[in-house]
């Protein structure tokens, strides 16, 4: 097969290709983030898509746009999850065998809705690179086609149809924000988008604890980074694409970094704002907009929400780390004297504070405490910052020795 270059006439081509194979997901308004921000705000919901995320595309394109023959022993892909299920669904629907590998940390519920697509699923590698050269070396001895998660011209065109979609149902675009890992979507995206509309503003985001698209464009070089713990861990990638770095450099006009609080505070924002339910990953362009990453920005401006496959475990973490960066719950501990009522007088001043107990932990045993004195570690529902604040004011006025935790 020829070299495939990356161009819009290659977007256009996907786009006949995905046409009624994927949803034309919606490009929904949201009030309340529009009020937030101070200029119009729209959300693409590929969280929505048929798998959950946007990967769906690019596999779909790669393997249809393929001769069946080449097919013929099957395909072999690695993948955190997102990408997984995206091979596997197009591979199903098209009568091929798929072979994935995934790290062995992948969340069980990802691991499943893989299999459940008919796929083999090969759990190895403590993360996705490790998992990526297995899947490589085991598609070299087996003599399958190997499908690139994001490093690939026609998975990138398959990719880029977003944009197109979103030019349709929203011409006047003036910002659009993408989230990063490898680089595909962004490429794909920018590819299409510049062509029709140069004056589009398109940033890329990703998380501070995987910056490897941020790092090789202000350094110029392809490098490995030291991956962080992130909650974004579909665009959590040690190395920048190839392919997708130069295009990234030409047609995007700038990259930005969001904190671990600043994805877990989108997420929860997301759902109760909006009902929508987005991973990691999908999240950071709120982000980005909600913490002020992104400057100068005007006009009508789409956030991309790449996906929604969050584990339910991993979604209370994250629900209760950003109802703790929102002042939402307040962690407290407090030394007071072991005297009988005590306990009741404080959760009198709380009551009084208008302060929800949520959980409560007396513990007279701790090293260092004065003798005939207690520790009391406290989580308390709060209506947010402001109430918290009045919460420590009232707690301080009563003589009360607080230490709020993390």
Same mark, same amino acid.
């Given at each position: 097969?020829?070299?495939?270059?990356?161009?819009?006439?290659?977007?256009?081509?996907?786009?006949?290709?995905?046409?009624?194979?994927?949803?034309?997901?919606?490009?929904?308004?949201?009030?309340?983030?529009?009020?937030?921000?101070?200029?119009?705000?729209?959300?693409?919901?590929?969280?929505?898509?048929?798998?959950?995320?946007?990967?769906?595309?690019?596999?779909?394109?790669?393997?249809?746009?393929?001769?069946?023959?080449?097919?013929?022993?099957?395909?072999?892909?690695?993948?955190?999850?997102?990408?997984?299920?995206?091979?596997?669904?197009?591979?199903?629907?098209?009568?091929?065998?798929?072979?994935?590998?995934?790290?062995?940390?992948?969340?069980?519920?990802?691991?499943?809705?893989?299999?459940?697509?008919?796929?083999?699923?090969?759990?190895?590698?403590?993360?996705?690179?490790?998992?990526?050269?297995?899947?490589?070396?085991?598609?070299?001895?087996?003599?399958?086609?190997?499908?690139?998660?994001?490093?690939?011209?026609?998975?990138?065109?398959?990719?880029?149809?977003?944009?197109?979609?979103?030019?349709?149902?929203?011409?006047?675009?003036?910002?659009?924000?993408?989230?990063?890992?490898?680089?595909?979507?962004?490429?794909?995206?920018?590819?299409?988008?510049?062509?029709?509309?140069?004056?589009?503003?398109?940033?890329?985001?990703?998380?501070?604890?995987?910056?490897?698209?941020?790092?090789?464009?202000?350094?110029?070089?392809?490098?490995?980074?030291?991956?962080?713990?992130?909650?974004?861990?579909?665009?959590?990638?040690?190395?920048?694409?190839?392919?997708?770095?130069?295009?990234?450099?030409?047609?995007?006009?700038?990259?930005?970094?969001?904190?671990?609080?600043?994805?877990?505070?989108?997420?929860?924002?997301?759902?109760?704002?909006? @009902?929508? &339910? /987005?991973? $990691?990953?999908? *999240? +950071?362009? =709120?982000?980005?907009?909600?913490? #002020?990453?992104?400057?100068?920005?005007?006009?009508?401006?789409?956030?991309?929400?790449?996906?929604?496959?969050?584990?339910?475990?991993?979604?209370?973490?994250?629900?209760?780390?950003?109802?703790?960066?929102?002042?939402?719950?307040?962690?407290?501990?407090?030394?007071?004297?072991?005297?009988?009522?005590?306990?009741?007088?404080?959760?009198?001043?709380?009551?009084?504070?208008?302060?929800?107990?949520?959980?409560?932990?007396?513990?007279?045993?701790? @090293?260092? &405490? /004065?003798? $005939?004195?207690? *520790? +009391?570690? =406290?989580?308390?529902?709060?209506? #947010?910052?402001?109430?918290?604040?009045?919460?420590?004011?009232?707690?301080?006025?009563?003589?009360?020795?607080?230490?709020?935790?993390?």
């Amino acid at each position: 097969m020829e070299p495939i270059t990356l161009n819009y006439e290659l977007v256009l081509e996907a786009q006949d290709r995905l046409r009624k194979r994927v949803r034309h997901t919606e490009l929904i308004s949201s009030r309340h983030f529009s009020q937030q921000l101070g200029y119009p705000l729209l959300l693409k919901c590929e969280n929505l898509q048929t798998t959950g995320a946007f990967k769906l595309r690019g596999a779909m394109n790669f393997m249809t746009a393929r001769d069946r023959s080449e097919l013929a022993q099957g395909v072999t892909a690695a993948s955190a999850g997102n990408h997984a299920q995206g091979v596997a669904y197009a591979a199903d629907l098209l009568g091929v065998a798929a072979k994935i590998f995934m790290p062995e940390s992948t969340p069980p519920q990802k691991v499943q809705a893989t299999r459940d697509l008919g796929a083999e699923v090969v759990l190895t590698g403590a993360n996705f690179d490790e998992s990526f050269a297995a899947a490589q070396a085991d598609s070299n001895r087996s003599g399958t086609v190997f499908i690139h998660p994001f490093d690939d011209p026609l998975v990138m065109a398959g990719q880029g149809t977003i944009g197109l979609e979103i030019l349709k149902d929203l011409p006047d675009i003036a910002n659009l924000l993408v989230p990063i890992g490898g680089g595909g979507l962004l490429a794909g995206i920018a590819t299409a988008i510049k062509e029709h509309n140069p004056q589009v503003r398109i940033i890329g985001v990703e998380s501070a604890a995987a910056p490897c698209m941020y790092r090789a464009v202000h350094d110029n070089t392809i490098a490995e980074v030291p991956l962080g713990t992130t909650i974004a861990d579909g665009i959590a990638v040690k190395k920048a694409g190839q392919i997708t770095t130069p295009i990234i450099q030409n047609l995007v006009d700038d990259l930005v970094l969001v904190e671990e609080e600043e994805i877990a505070l989108a997420i929860v924002a997301l759902l109760e704002k909006s @009902k929508l &339910l /987005v991973e $990691g990953a999908g *999240a +950071v362009p =709120l982000a980005a907009l909600l913490n #002020g990453r992104a400057k100068g920005i005007r006009g009508k401006t789409v956030c991309l929400l790449s996906g929604g496959n969050i584990d339910v475990r991993t979604l209370a973490l994250v629900v209760e780390r950003g109802l703790l960066a929102a002042g939402r719950y307040l962690k407290l501990r407090i030394e007071m004297q072991d005297t009988p009522g005590a306990l009741a007088h404080l959760a009198t001043d709380l009551a009084e504070a208008k302060a929800n107990i949520h959980d409560i932990t007396h513990d007279r045993r701790t @090293k260092g &405490l /004065v003798m $005939g004195t207690t *520790a +009391v570690q =406290l989580l308390l529902e709060t209506r #947010g910052q402001e109430h918290a604040h009045e919460v420590l004011g009232l707690l301080a006025k009563r003589g009360y020795s607080v230490t709020t935790e993390q």
